[in-house]
């Protein structure tokens, strides 16, 4: 059988994670399962009481898929609790194109680009990192719920 992977993200919103990393990532909300008018009426289907649901769990879209199908489904999944730490992984958004790629200031300008992008979608610059002598721009960012990730 062939391994499929889903990353699933803790959160207090899913709707405004959906929304901002569909637009990160390019990705879009991923539809409820054929005939299903939302997730909610196929997690019932299924058998999943709605005690088990929160309110508004499955209402709207709580997971983004990569439209091409090459990256991983991306689930966001409510908790209570609040974001407390800093994360122990995050995205790296290679927009740039490498260090082996375009020059320096073609890769920068579409890393500022992304980050211009990005803050409108609701994202935070945390710092740049604008280091030429290392061929390296780029910008630390969090998402709306404080999650750390780099546009590189």
């Known amino acids: 059988m062939a391994m499929t992977l889903q990353l699933t993200i803790d959160c207090s919103d899913p709707q405004k994670m959906v929304t901002f990393w569909a637009e990160a990532l390019d990705y879009v909300p991923e539809?409820?399962?054929g005939g299903h008018a939302t997730w909610r009426t196929?997690?019932?289907?299924?058998?999943?009481?709605?005690?088990e649901l929160p309110p508004?769990?499955?209402d709207i879209p709580e997971s983004i898929i990569d439209p091409a199908g090459r990256g991983p489904r991306v689930w966001f999944q409510q908790v209570p609790e609040p974001k407390a730490a800093k994360n122990r992984?995050?995205?790296?958004?290679?927009?740039?194109g490498g260090p082996d790629a375009p020059p320096l200031d073609v890769r920068a300008q579409r890393v500022k680009a992304t980050?211009?992008?990005?803050?409108?979608a609701g994202a935070t610059v945390l710092r740049i990192k604008d280091?030429?002598?290392m061929g390296l721009y780029a910008a630390a960012m969090q998402?709306?719920?404080?999650?750390?990730f780099d546009v590189i």
Do not use: I
């Open 89 to 96: 992984w995050h995205f790296d958004l290679k927009v740039g």
């Open 131 to 133: 280091e030429p002598d």
């Open 115 to 120: 980050t211009e992008r990005l803050v409108k």
């Open 31 to 33: 539809p409820p399962p």
């Open 56 to 58: 508004g769990a499955g």
């Open 42 to 51: 196929y997690w019932a289907s299924m058998g999943v009481s709605e005690e």
């Open 143 to 148: 998402d709306p719920e404080g999650n750390e």
